[in-house]
């Protein structure tokens, strides 16, 4: 199974700032290594900045951090599949909390998202994850079925399962500097793949998992060392491209 790599820049960086972040991460990594992918989520407006910074560099993707699920219309202020593709855009983020918590997506629109972007020949990675009180209320495990079940509601007979990842991010672990605990994020990681077997039965199988929440230079190989985490999805530390080029290698040294 190949790991993936991806930073979510969220809604920093100019077209500048993002061209010369990007360029520095391919001058460090050359091209991503062998085993992974790695994944630059960008925002809109600097897709195509990103995307020529990279230069070319192989393994290493653009990705947008959200996508409208419809082709075009009248929906102010969405972007469309051809608009991303057009930037060259081939990965697409789905249900990120904030997303989910700051803007009001429901579990069922996240899911019409995530359907949609595999449809339209993106990767995708959907992110899953509990708040604090949810998961003091003992509601980790009903939150995240109800999260995988809707998300992935809309897949067809005939989607696409090897272009799908997840992300378990822990709303209260997200830009808090408070990561998991190791024997967290096993358990999490495994009850993720158990519901993913129950939902999608074999297609589930090599659906990679990914988690996300302070994760660091100085945690990203312990957190990659455990069993079902096939990935990182990282914030903060992605912003710069030193730090961002120490995870995507932090278990390879
Ligand atoms: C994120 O934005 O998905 C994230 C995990 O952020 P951070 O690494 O800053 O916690």
Redesign the pocket.
């Known amino acids: 199974m190949r790991t993936i790599i991806a930073a979510?820049w969220?809604m920093n960086k100019t077209r500048t700032e993002a061209k010369a972040t990007a360029h520095e991460l391919a001058s460090i990594l050359g091209g991503a290594p062998d085993d992974r992918d790695v994944v630059v989520f960008a925002p809109f407006t600097a897709l195509e900045a990103t995307r020529e910074g990279l230069d070319g560099a192989p393994g290493i993707f653009v990705g947008a951090q959200n996508m409208y699920p419809a082709e075009s219309g009248a929906f102010t202020g969405e972007i469309s599949p051809a608009m991303l593709r057009e930037a060259g855009c081939t990965w697409v983020l789905t249900g990120?909390?904030?997303r989910r918590h700051v803007l009001g997506e429901s579990p069922d629109f996240v899911g019409k998202k995530t359907a949609f972007a595999l449809e339209q020949g993106f990767s995708v990675i959907l992110?899953i994850g509990e708040t604090l009180a949810e998961r003091k209320a003992g509601k980790l495990n009903s939150i995240l079925w109800l999260q995988l079940e809707r998300g992935l509601a809309g897949l067809g007979p005939n989607a696409d399962y090897s272009r799908l990842a997840v992300?378990y991010?822990p709303v209260w672990?997200?830009?808090?500097?408070q990561t998991a605990s190791d024997e967290d994020i096993r358990m999490v990681h495994t009850l993720v793949r158990e519901l993913l077997s129950s939902l999608l039965g074999s297609n589930g199988i090599g659906i990679q998992i990914l988690y996300?929440?302070?994760?660091?230079p100085d945690n990203a190989k312990a957190i990659l060392s455990l069993d079902n985490v096939d990935g990182l999805?990282?914030?903060?530390?992605?912003l710069q491209a030193q730090s961002f080029a120490d995870i995507v290698r932090a278990d390879l040294a």
């Open positions: 979510n969220k990120h909390s904030e992110c992300a991010e672990a997200i830009g808090t500097g996300g929440g302070s994760v660091k999805l990282v914030g903060g530390a992605s």
